[in-house]
């Protein structure tokens, strides 16, 4: 009898009240459109050339004209990790969006049709899990060579198998209830039934999977950085900015300490985001 | 009437949402005699079961609390005891069966270890002796060998086995109170009969006082002693069951009598509008020989190895337009897969199914683009019926547009047709299933059946969900729909009452197989098989001089789940 009042008030809720009620989601969109607007705005805030050395201000720690200090080339590090943020962005970003979407197409027709598809389709699946990550990804870009659209690739070729299989469980349930049985005897076709009926109910799952999923790719593609493979220098991205503060740890510790923060709060803004989509969808019901 | 083990004092229950205070239970007071059976009566969201969670202080939620009055159970106040005293009232005291059998055993205990489990808690027995317990326990709820089925996992099982045990989990530890909700509801009628008279005969060894929550008069007519009437958490009619039932105080109290489908005298006046007056024309739809069959689970690793299980046997049925039919039978009777089979949902074994004039086994095809655009299901759970993300409009608009039988333009107000057709009001096309109530959906469903524009409709258990009056609504909106529109509507149920309501004619399906067929007055008057005759005689009958149990026969024929 409760679900039904709320839901219904749900719908017209004031924003502020809504906020309110949706902490871990206002929480989380807040981060992400915080970074969202440093990226877009990175030229305008930023105080110094992100590219540009220096070398009479090598390796100072913070202080008012640098406030996250200067790394072993003079080059300002509150400007790279300004700049950073555009490039890691649209890696969380890029990295999600076409596993996802290969992901749920591929889920949806193999629960749908059942049968050989299905089997085609979760061997493949199987395949791809048989392998460590981080193996896969590292010879696929070794194949195509160093460079952000090769992560890209690489993330597209192996991360759809979770997406594919969080959409199938979820079809496989749904193509069974009533809703899917009534639209059969109505007469809709296959696709109508998929993709209108059984994708939009199937689908929140990996919805929020996607969220902590960004985290993941975003570690992977600081980590891939980070081995060389990935963005290369001197652009500025936080994993390679940590790669190469590295070596100066124990002296400069800024240098790694900001892109690395970075890292973790944006990470921290997805999973907040996720989180806060998995209640107002009510995932967890 | 005795010293009352339970006496309960205004008691309240309200919930906190967002700073209001909703008040679920309004200062209710009865008390319950020893060995009374008392009879919690009302539609869903009346409180009934909420009282009854306030009684053993599990609420639901955090934001739900007693706000006022008191329990007493033998001199204690169970609203002022705090939660480690609470536990050792719950079981040992207040023992509790639940609707659904299947969802409150665990599934990977033995049904013996959990009865054994409460004895050994709260009667601190050692293993051996909580054993010979619980197996005796067995014994009284009527499970044949209790020493085997000690062993027997919940799903090894029938519905109304498990249903005994659950029972038999609730007397582990000798209660005084058994609170029963609903505890029949999802079970096919003779075995509901079994139950209850198990419940009766309980009461009567052990002095068992009994709550039994339920929405069907005819149990309370049956079993109670008296009936507490419920609506929006008040009681509003409280006293002896013969006194309710037939001089009924309470406007509230008499609708609900006056909704429930009551079976008529045997032999007595038969209505004479169930003669077909059409001039014998072709059948609508056409059943000849039918066989479903499906394979059982498990792995056909060698060839032929796999069996397969015959749903519907060898049914043959003709249908005219215009007519009436109700399809009943228990669970696993095959009458869904049946109405399956004729929608073209289900593949056919053999046999042949032709639907105004085409013959599906034959010409597929053409006969499901047929059968597509011109019949349609109703199905039984309104809420997972139709899609959630959509709203009525747009499922309504949908059906439309792929049907094509509406011109684009004219959509919207085919859409307002519809909603006026089945009684709803036009604003809830902008709503969603789950901001409507079980009855506002189903009737969602039979407008998104309509907007076929069928000849042909198939209600497969349509208002088995619905509390009773909602269901007297919905019946009386078919009965309104047949007669205006010609409509030809196979009706499934369980139900026989509501069937012998509504249908002229009645077909009795037993284990996959038509066991009896002709007009609903003559069937139900003189019924020519056992299994008509015991479906019929286990009905409670809402008058309680018709006593369910004396008309019970004994075990001519099983259930086809126990069997």
């Not at chain 1, 049709?113 to 990804?137: H, Q, Y």
């Not at chain 1, 009926?197 to 999977?209: D, E, Q, T």
């Not at chain 2, 582990?172 to 009969?193: G, K, R, Y």
């Not at chain 2, 009681?235 to 079976?263: C, F, N, W």
Request: with cysteine; proline share 6%; glycine share 8%.
């Amino acid at each position: 009898m409760m679900p039904s009042a709320t839901n219904a008030t749900r719908m017209n809720l004031p924003w502020s009240r809504f906020l309110g009620r949706h902490l871990t989601l206002a929480t989380g969109a807040g981060i992400l459109g915080l970074f969202l607007m440093v990226a877009l705005t990175a030229p305008l805030i930023a105080p110094y050339d992100p590219i540009f050395q220096n070398a009479d201000v090598r390796l100072l720690p913070p202080a008012l004209a640098h406030p996250f200090g200067t790394d072993n080339f003079g080059r300002d590090i509150l400007s790279r990790v300004i700049w950073g943020a555009r490039i890691d962005l649209q890696i969380a970003v890029i990295g999600v969006v076409f596993p996802f979407l290969i992901g749920t197409f591929v889920g949806t027709v193999a629960g749908f049709f059942g049968g050989i598809v299905d089997a085609i389709f979760m061997r493949l699946v199987d395949i791809i899990l048989a392998f460590p990550f981080l193996v896969l990804m590292l010879s696929i870009i070794a194949i195509l060579g160093p460079g952000l659209s090769s992560f890209y690739i690489a993330m597209a070729l192996v991360g759809w198998v979770s997406y594919a299989r969080l959409i199938r469980a979820q079809i496989l349930v749904l193509k069974n209830s009533d809703y899917a049985l009534a639209a059969v005897s109505l007469g809709f076709s296959r696709t109508r039934i998929m993709f209108r009926h059984l994708l939009p109910n199937a689908i929140a799952g990996s919805l929020v999977f996607s969220m902590s999923d960004a985290v993941l790719v975003l570690l992977n593609g600081a980590a891939i950085s980070y081995l060389g493979l990935g963005v290369q220098p001197p652009v500025a991205e936080w994993g390679v900015m940590v790669a190469e503060g590295q070596s100066f740890i124990t002296t400069a510790w800024w240098i790694t300490l900001f892109p690395g923060l970075s890292i973790v709060v944006l990470a921290f803004g997805f999973s907040l985001l996720g989180d806060g989509l998995g209640e107002w969808l009510g995932v967890r019901e | 009437m005795s010293e009352p083990v339970l006496s309960i004092r205004s008691l309240t229950v309200q919930a906190q949402l967002d700073g209001e205070t909703r008040t679920l239970i309004d200062a209710v007071s009865f008390d319950l005699g020893k060995g009374e059976i008392l009879g919690l009566v009302g539609e869903s969201g009346s409180g009934k079961s909420m009282i009854c969670r306030a009684l053993v202080k599990l609420l639901p939620s955090k934001t739900i609390a007693i706000t006022g009055g008191s329990m007493l159970l033998s001199g204690r106040d169970l609203v002022q005891l705090n939660e480690a005293a609470m536990r050792s009232v719950r079981g040992a005291d207040i023992g509790m069966v639940f609707q659904n059998p299947t969802s409150h055993l665990d599934p990977v205990m033995r049904i013996g270890d959990q009865i054994a489990e409460g004895i050994r808690y709260h009667q601190g027995k050692s293993r051996s002796e909580a054993k010979a317990a619980a197996i005796d326990i067995l014994g009284q709820v009527g499970f044949p060998d209790p020493a085997r089925q000690y062993d027997n996992y919940p799903h090894e099982l029938s519905g109304g086995m498990r249903q005994r045990a659950m029972i038999a989990v609730a007397l582990s530890c000798n209660p005084e109170i058994l609170i029963a909700d609903e505890p029949t509801t999802a079970l096919d009628v003779t075995i509901q009969a079994q139950i209850l008279k198990l419940l009766m005969d309980l009461r009567d060894s052990r002095g068992l006082s009994i709550i039994l929550i339920t929405h069907d008069l005819g149990i309370v007519a049956q079993t109670c002693d008296r009936i507490a009437v419920l609506r929006h958490g008040q009681l509003l009619e409280l006293g002896d069951k013969r006194r309710v039932l037939s001089a009924p105080q309470h406007a509230y109290t008499i609708s609900l009598l006056d909704s429930h489908p009551s079976m008529p005298e045997e032999g007595g006046p038969i209505t004479a509008e169930a003669v077909i007056d059409a001039p014998p024309v072709r059948p609508l739809l056409e059943i000849d020989d039918l066989v479903v069959r499906f394979p059982t689970p498990g792995l056909g690793l060698f060839k032929g190895g796999r069996k397969h299980i015959a749903a519907v046997n060898g049914v043959s049925l003709r249908v005219m337009p215009g007519e009436t039919v109700g399809i009943v039978g228990e669970s696993g009777s095959g009458k869904s897969t049946l109405a399956r089979a004729i929608l073209g949902l289900t593949p056919l074994s053999s046999g042949h199914i032709s639907f105004d004039g085409l013959d599906l086994a034959q010409q597929r095809k053409q006969t499901l683009a047929q059968i597509r655009t011109q019949a349609a299901m109703v199905f039984q759970d309104p809420y997972n019926a139709l899609n959630p993300r959509l709203t009525i409009g747009e499922t309504l608009a949908e059906v439309l547009q792929v049907q094509n039988k509406v011109p684009t333009s004219r959509i919207p107000e085919r859409i307002n047709e519809l909603l006026d057709l089945v009684g709803l009001e036009r604003e809830f096309a902008t709503r969603r299933p789950r901001a409507m109530s079980g009855g506002q959906c189903q009737r969602a469903g039979i407008a998104r059946a309509l907007a076929v524009d069928p000849k042909m409709i198939i209600a497969d258990e349509c208002v088995a969900a619905l509390d009773v009056t909602i269901q007297a609504q919905i019946i009386d909106l078919f009965r309104e729909l047949k007669s205006i529109m010609n409509l030809t509507l196979l009706f499934i149920a369980h139900d026989l009452a509501i069937v012998r309501d509504l249908c002229e004619r009645v077909v009795v399906m037993y284990r996959g197989e038509i066991v009896e067929e002709g007009l609903c007055a003559d069937v139900f008057a003189r019924p020519q098989h056992p299994y008509t005759a015991a479906l019929i005689a286990a009905i409670p009958d809402i008058d309680p001089d018709k006593p369910l149990l004396r008309r019970l026969p004994g075990q001519a024929v099983p259930h086809l789940l126990t069997a």
